[in-house]
């Protein structure tokens, strides 16, 4: 009788550690290995800067933007920047002709018009080109 208590408690605890077993892998993990990671989730773009007309240059032309941020965020960010008051304009240009909507995707632009692995943008306070 002993030995089928023992035979079992055996199986009982194998029968506990499958489960466990098989409880942890169906958890979703934290771990970011076992995360898939899309490749647009991201995605960085290099986008050149370069000053026109009476803007100020900026002593850091190149910067790395979130592929998914509009074109507003980035004219936020040069206002910033450049210590651009809140009654000046400014002006972002791509390729030196055309102002691109605020809600225009920095990857749509960089798909349509970026060379060399970066997207050039030309900013100015005012109107340039257009």
Same mark, same amino acid.
């Given at each position: 009788m002993?030995?089928?208590?023992?035979?079992?408690?055996?199986?009982e605890?194998?029968?506990?550690?499958?489960?466990?077993?098989t409880?942890?892998?169906? /958890?979703?993990?934290?771990?970011? #290995?076992?995360?898939?990671?899309? $490749?647009?989730?991201?995605?960085? !773009?290099?986008? @050149?800067?370069?000053?026109?007309?009476?803007?100020?240059?900026?002593?850091?032309?190149k910067?790395?933007?979130?592929?998914?941020?509009?074109?507003?965020?980035?004219?936020?960010?040069?206002?910033?920047?450049?210590?651009?008051?809140?009654? /000046?304009?400014?002006?972002?240009? #791509?390729?030196?002709?055309?102002? $691109?909507?605020?809600?225009?995707? !920095?990857?749509? @632009?960089?798909?349509?018009?970026?060379?060399?692995?970066?997207?050039?943008?030309?900013?100015?306070?005012?109107?340039?080109?257009?």
């Amino acid at each position: 009788m002993a030995d089928n208590n023992e035979n079992v408690n055996e199986v009982e605890n194998k029968t506990e550690q499958v489960l466990k077993q098989t409880e942890t892998k169906n /958890e979703p993990t934290t771990s970011p #290995v076992s995360k898939p990671v899309d $490749p647009s989730e991201k995605k960085k !773009i290099d986008v @050149l800067l370069k000053a026109a007309g009476d803007a100020p240059i900026m002593k850091k032309k190149k910067w790395a933007v979130d592929a998914n941020k509009p074109v507003a965020y980035l004219t936020e960010f040069i206002r910033k920047y450049i210590k651009c008051e809140p009654s /000046e304009s400014l002006f972002i240009y #791509v390729n030196q002709t055309f102002v $691109p909507a605020p809600d225009q995707l !920095i990857s749509n @632009l960089f798909d349509c018009f970026g060379t060399d692995g970066k997207l050039v943008l030309h900013y100015c306070k005012s109107q340039a080109w257009g």
